[in-house]
């Protein structure tokens, strides 16, 4: 009996290896030519949020043996300035945000004809289709806003004030929207200018002291929570603080209950999954999602699941 046990763990053994050679054959075979992605983005300069973006994708590049470039524009024209920069580099795909869709098109239409794939990523939900992008990774912005709107009814809140950091962002503007769409009480959107913090702490003081009423602050990205929640505390005011994103900071917050919950769309998989379906495409002819988007959110992160969320928060990889 025992020498049968043993040549059954022989033989399951010499299949395992076999397994593994095969599996490493077809991987092999995947990989064998080498590509250049380009990620183009609408990164505002000071926003963490991209930098999560930037480590997926590059997380990926390295497990495809893909070479990333990664530029950024912080307008529609210097955004599509770095778009047409990688076209005209003839890179094999292009993973791009699409906040500014009317400035995008016509540069992705000159993409697609030159056979460069292009997967959208993060932003232009609406928009994806219509541009003729066959896959896109990201959030549903109307529906997070939905959701957090339904989660503030729940809470009492009668009204809220939507801080929207850069008008015109298609993106920013969804989620205000969705926010109104099923919130019971006033909503409100106030803008910043940009991501000067200083600034934007004092015009939500203001607002905040102007109206007494407001009861809930949604900023609409990660480093605006915590200028959101000094800016309550020096205008006197009891606000809730709730926000789109994470940070490592806010993380903190969160567990400290000084910020009530985030809305998370997990970034660094954003990246990921825009540079791996990019190279799945190219290698194997693979798209994803049926014609529908690959959604990484929203799920809400509170005090109840904080503290399993924040190792991969200080890590950099949610």
Sequence with gaps: MRLFTKHRLRLIAAALVIGFSATCASAADLTSEHYKIALVTHAQAGDTFWDLVRKGAEAAAKKDNVDLIYLHGASPAKQAAKL?????QHVDGIALTLAFPDAM????????????????????????KSMGIPMYVGQDEVLAGRAIGKRLNKEGAKKELCVNQQQGAVQLAARCKGIADTFKGESET?????????????????????????????????????????????????????????????????????????????????????????????????????GEAVLTGPSFVTQDNIDQIIKYVKRGTR
């Design 84 to 88: 047409k920069n990688v076209i005209t």
């Design 105 to 128: 098109r016509p540069l992705v239409e000159q993409a697609l004809d030159a056979g460069i794939p292009v997967v959208g990523v993060n932003s232009g939900f609406d928009a994806w």
């Design 190 to 290: 106030l803008y910043l200018e940009g991501y000067d913090m200083s600034k934007a702490r004092s015009r939500i003081m203001a607002k905040l002291m102007q109206d007494p009423e407001i009861d809930t602050v949604v900023t609409l990205g990660a480093p605006f929570a915590p200028v959101a929640v000094a800016a309550a505390k020096r205008a006197g005011s009891d606000a809730k603080i709730v926000t789109f994103d994470l940070n490592p900071r806010t993380a903190q917050l969160i567990k400290d209950g000084k910020i009530a919950w985030a809305v998370d769309q997990q970034p660094w998989l954003q990246g990921y999954e825009a540079v791996d379906l990019l190279w799945l495409n190219l290698t194997n002819g693979d798209t994803l999602g049926g």
